[in-house]
């Protein structure tokens, strides 16, 4: 294999890898599953590395290609048991964000209402809290600009009713 595509992507990667990070962390609970999706995702972004159009942003074809693997990774497996229970205590973690002791509590209930998202809209608001544009959003899950912001609109309003139904 060639030296040189080896070390760019191993440098692209250490430079994105929040990315992966992320992604795993927020669709998988357990360790064991965390690390296969990882392996997963990276070994698509290296089958898929050549493909690269440098027209859009890295970082917006990294999850675009994170999100579609760990979107698939559950629907191809129907044995797999999906971990994330709304009883637990924490549902999403997210790299490079603070341990639990360390956030707000609506932080920390924010992130737990995420979790309890379907699939799809879980993908959206882990873009629109990276501050993430609309129609970079819509590229990377393959939607229209207008489905998503009908999606964040209405994922926004559940949420809202979430934290009122908290404070009761």
């Not at 927020?26 to 296969?36: E, G, I, K």
Request: with cysteine.
């Amino acid at each position: 294999m060639n030296t040189t595509k080896k070390k760019l992507f191993a440098q692209t990667m250490e430079q994105h890898k929040g990315i992966v990070y992320k992604i795993v962390n927020s669709y998988c609970q357990n360790q064991d599953d965390r690390q296969d999706l990882a392996q997963e995702i990276l070994t698509t972004m290296w089958l898929a590395f050549d493909n690269y159009d440098t027209e859009y942003k890295f970082s917006t074809w990294m999850y675009r290609i994170a999100l579609n693997v760990a979107i698939s990774y559950y629907r191809k497996d129907s044995k797999r048991v999906d971990r994330a229970n709304a009883d637990e205590e924490c549902i999403v973690h997210i790299a490079d964000f603070p341990q639990e002791g360390e956030r707000s509590e609506d932080v920390v209930l924010l992130y737990r209402f995420i979790g309890q998202l379907d699939k799809l809209n879980k993908a959206i608001m882990l873009l629109y809290l990276e501050s993430e544009p609309y129609d970079s959003i819509a590229n990377s899950l393959g939607m229209s600009k207008t489905n998503v912001a009908t999606r964040i609109g209405r994922i926004k309003e559940t949420l809202k009713n979430q934290f009122e139904t908290q404070e009761s």
